[in-house]
Nanobody, 127 residues
Framework: QVQLVESGGGLVQAGGSLRLSCAAS????????MGWFRHAPGKEREFVAA????????NYADSVKGRFTISRDNAKSTVYLQMNSLKPEDTAVYYC????????????????????WGKGTLVTVST
């Protein structure tokens, strides 16, 4: 069982930056692929980024490529999402996700099968 707790959300002006963190419980964090998804009002949940268990592989949605960076620290059981050049359309609740069997490259199309989710952290980008 893995419990995920996100933090770092808040209100930021367009063009600004935020770093989200997701702390995971359990001693097997290093065996899980980790991902970030977001859900904006009136829209479907959207894949943002994913990272493999060893950080060897990452995957990003086209909408955030070049602006967001996913990373992880297995010693701290934490995954991060550095968000730069934020836009109003990045406003959403951001969720951390973990799965032992879905690889990072496949997480975008397998979100319905991801086993573990956090409760989310709200990011609001103002104009």
């Amino acid at each position: 069982q893995v419990q995920l707790v996100e933090s770092g959300g808040g209100l930021v002006q367009a063009g600004g930056s935020l770093r989200l963190s997701c702390a995971a419980s359990g001693r097997t964090f290093s065996t899980y692929s980790m991902g970030w998804f977001r859900h904006a009002p009136g829209k479907e949940r959207e894949f943002v980024a994913a990272i493999s268990s060893t950080s060897a592989s990452t995957n990003y949605a086209d909408s955030v490529k070049g602006r967001f960076t996913i990373s992880r620290d297995n010693a701290k059981s934490t995954v991060y999402l550095q968000m730069n050049s934020l836009k109003p359309e990045d406003t959403a609740v951001y969720y951390c996700a973990a799965d032992r069997y879905i690889i990072a490259q496949a997480m975008a199309v397998n979100s319905g099968n991801v086993h573990y989710w956090g409760k989310g952290t709200l990011v609001t980008v103002s104009t």
